[in-house]
């Protein structure tokens, strides 16, 4: 069966802190591997990854994706109160006949406290 | 923001009552998802559909049925509903041709059944 794994389930940590979110997956016809934020409503997107070793770097935050040990890292530097949220790691796989589809890991809660 | 539009925001419903939600779109995108998150489980797609009358199933779809007669509209129907369908709809998109890629995510539609 496809699953998607993430850890911690919930962290705290304080401002000025650096975080690591570790996602781990078992997923046949692998596509890619995306990073989501979630604060109180929708979950908007992150990082896509598809190719292994080559990271991806948006201001503080970086994902790095290693496909030979099927797992993925969210790098958070320096956090912020604002960096608080549910951040979600999802897999795409391939179907064949359709475009696929996306499994999400069930999150982790990331708290930054002043 | 992608232009996608979820509604009802909230309904509450008594056990057995018919229910639709809708998912409407402004961005032409070819497919589009009905994902449900519960505390504990994540984000878990209940269908999806890859084109006008294009449907299939997901992985919770059993009690749920779409409908898509236009690409602008995503149909969510409980045809009786039960309490164990209370939770947060949201309907996503998505205009990747190469599997899956970025969804965009409703604001979501929070149903409680009593």
């Known amino acids: 069966e496809d699953k998607v794994v993430q850890s911690p389930l919930s962290l705290v940590v304080h401002e000025g802190d650096t975080v690591t979110l570790n996602c781990s997956y078992e997923v046949t016809n692998f596509r890619s591997l995306l990073w989501y934020k979630q604060e109180k409503k929708a979950p908007t997107f992150l990082f896509m990854l598809t190719s292994s070793g080559i990271e991806k770097k948006s201001g503080r935050l970086s994902s790095i994706l290693d496909k030979k040990e099927l797992f993925s890292i969210l790098n958070i530097t320096a956090t912020q109160t604002g960096d608080s949220a549910i951040y979600l790691c999802?897999?795409?796989?391939?179907?064949?006949?359709?475009?696929?589809?996306?499994?999400f890991g069930k999150g982790t809660k990331l708290s930054v406290k002043p | 923001d992608a232009g996608i539009t979820q509604s009802p925001r909230h309904k509450v419903t008594e056990t057995g009552t018919p229910v639709t939600l809708r998912c409407h779109q402004t961005?032409?995108?070819?497919?589009m998802y009905w994902y449900r998150q519960d505390p504990g489980h994540g984000l878990r797609l209940i269908h999806y559909s890859y084109g006008v009358k294009d449907t299939d199933k997901g992985e919770v779809s059993d009690g749920y049925s779409v409908s898509r007669s236009k690409t602008e509209d995503f149909l969510l129907t409980l045809e009786s509903a039960t309490s164990s369908q209370t939770s947060v709809y949201f309907c996503?998109?998505?205009?990747?041709?190469?599997?899956?890629?970025?969804?965009?995510f409703g604001e979501g539609s929070r149903l409680t059944v009593l």
């Open positions: 999802a897999v795409g796989r391939w179907d064949g006949g359709s475009q696929g589809n996306l499994i």
């Open positions: 961005e032409n995108h070819r497919y």
């Open positions: 996503a998109i998505s205009e990747s041709r190469q599997g899956p890629g970025e969804l965009f």
